[in-house]
C-alpha cells in the first residue's frame, strides 16, 4: 500500500524523523497519516505514535545506530516473549537504520495510575506476576545474557561521587570519602553477587509498565536486561524512584512475592529475613547508581526531568544504609555530608515519607 500525506507534528529539520519517515513509507509501505512524539527515555532512544489509514496506531522507536544497538532490544524482547510477558509486539524493524515498528501499548503509564490511587493493589499484583514470569520462565533465558558482574555493578555506583557529588552537589571529596566509599561498594557488590541470580530487567518500575485491559501490565525499555541478582527488579518496582510507600506496605509486597517464588520453585531466601536483605541492599546499589544517573542526566544530557527525584532517591538510600551495621559509617557520611545539601531530603526523612 503506498502511504497517504504525512503529517509530522515536529521540526522539519529533524533528519534522523526524515529517514524514519522514508522507511515506513518506501520500506514498510506504510499509509501513515500522522506520526506525533510518544515519548522518549533516558537514553538517546525516541518514540513515535504512527495513525496509518486505517485507523490503527503502532509506536516507531528511534534508536540511532551509532548510539544505540536495537539488536540487544530485539533479542531480549523474544526472550521475554518465550517468558509469557506482554511486551510490545515487533512488526518491522531496520537493523541498519535505527528503526523498530512496535505494537501501541497506550500511553497510560502505571505511574499516573498510582499516583491517583487507582487499584494500587491490582496493579502491583499484575506486576508481581509478571516479575514472577520473567524470574520463573525466564531461568533457561537469562543463560543468554551477559552477567551483571562485579565490573558493571561497580561502574554504576562509581556514577554517584561523580556526577551527584562532585558535579551536582559541588563536593571535594577528601581521601578519606574516597576510601569510605570503596569499602561500601565492595561490601554492596560482595552482597548482590552472593543473591540467586535471575533475568533482570534492570528498569522495572512504574514509568516502564503500561495498564493495560488485557494482559496487564506491558512491559517497555528492557533492552539492558541482564543476569544478575534475584531482588534487583522487585526492588527497583517496590522501592520505586517515581513513587514511594510506607515501609509496612512494601514488605507486605515483598513477602507476597516471597511465597509464589517460592512455590514456582525459585530461591526465596532461607527465611523472609534474608529475603529482605537482598532486596534492601541491591535497592542500595541501584538507588546509588540513579543519583549519579539522574545527576548526569541534567549536566551531560541537558534533561533536567529527574532532578525533582533525587530527594527521594537520597531517601531511600539512607533509609537502606541505616539498616546494617556494616554501613554505620556510609549512613553517617550520608546523613552529614549528603543530605544537608539536598533540603527536601530532609523534610522528607523528618516527616517519615520513606519509613
Not at 175 to 200: D, K, M, R, S, Y
Not at 215 to 241: E, M
Amino acid at each position: 500500500m503506498i502511504a497517504c500525506h504525512l503529517m509530522i507534528h515536529m521540526s522539519a529539520s529533524d533528519p534522523r524523523l526524515e529517514q524514519l519517515q522514508d522507511w515506513l513509507r518506501r520500506e514498510l509501505r506504510l499509509a501513515v497519516v500522522r506520526v506525533a512524539p510518544a515519548s522518549a527515555d533516558a537514553s538517546f532512544r525516541r518514540y513515535f505514535r504512527v495513525w496509518s489509514a486505517d485507523g490503527a496506531t503502532r509506536i516507531v522507536m528511534d534508536a540511532p545506530p551509532e548510539r544505540e544497538d536495537i539488536g540487544q532490544y530485539l533479542r531480549v524482547s523474544a526472550l521475554l516473549e518465550r517468558c509469557e510477558v506482554h511486551v510490545p509486539r515487533v512488526h518491522a524493524s531496520d537493523l541498519r537504520g535505527g528503526f523498530v515498528l512496535l505494537e501501541d501499548l497506550g500511553s497510560s503509564q502505571y505511574l499516573s495510575q498510582l499516583r491517583a490511587g487507582e487499584a494500587v493493589d491490582a496493579l502491583y499484583r499484575d506486576a508481581l506476576e509478571t516479575l514472577l514470569r520473567i524470574q520463573i520462565r525466564g531461568r533457561e533465558a537469562a543463560s543468554e545474557l551477559p552477567a551483571y558482574d562485579r565490573a558493571v555493578l561497580w561502574r554504576e555506583m562509581a556514577l554517584m561521587p561523580e556526577w551527584f557529588c562532585a558535579r551536582h552537589l559541588r563536593l571535594q571529596l577528601a581521601e578519606a570519602e574516597c576510601t569510605l566509599l570503596g569499602v561500601t561498594f565492595e561490601f554492596i557488590i560482595t552482597e548482590a553477587l552472593a543473591q540467586p541470580n535471575v533475568l533482570v530487567h534492570r528498569d522495572y518500575h512504574s514509568r516502564n509498565l503500561m495498564r493495560l485491559e488485557q494482559r496487564n501490565p506491558g512491559v517497555i525499555d528492557f533492552q539492558d536486561a541482564l543476569i544478575g541478582p534475584c531482588g534487583y527488579d522487585l526492588v527497583s518496582l517496590l522501592k520505586d524512584c517515581y513513587i514511594e510507600w510506607p515501609r509496612a506496605r512494601v514488605e507486605a509486597w515483598v513477602r507476597a512475592y516471597r511465597a509464589p517464588l517460592i512455590a514456582a520453585g525459585g530461591d526465596g531466601g532461607s527465611s523472609e529475613a534474608v529475603f529482605l536483605r537482598w532486596f534492601d541492599l541491591i535497592g542500595l546499589q541501584r538507588h546509588i547508581k540513579v543519583l549519579g544517573i539522574f545527576a548526569r542526566l541534567w549536566y551531560r544530557d541537558g534533561k533536567s526531568g529527574y532532578l525533582g527525584d533525587l530527594a527521594r532517591t537520597l531517601c531511600y538510600v539512607r533509609e537502606a544504609a541505616r539498616g546494617f551495621e556494616e554501613l554505620r559509617e556510609f549512613s553517617l557520611w550520608v546523613d552529614s555530608r549528603l543530605a544537608p545539601q539536598l533540603p527536601h531530603a530532609n523534610a522528607r526523612a523528618l516527616s517519615g515519607a520513606s519509613a
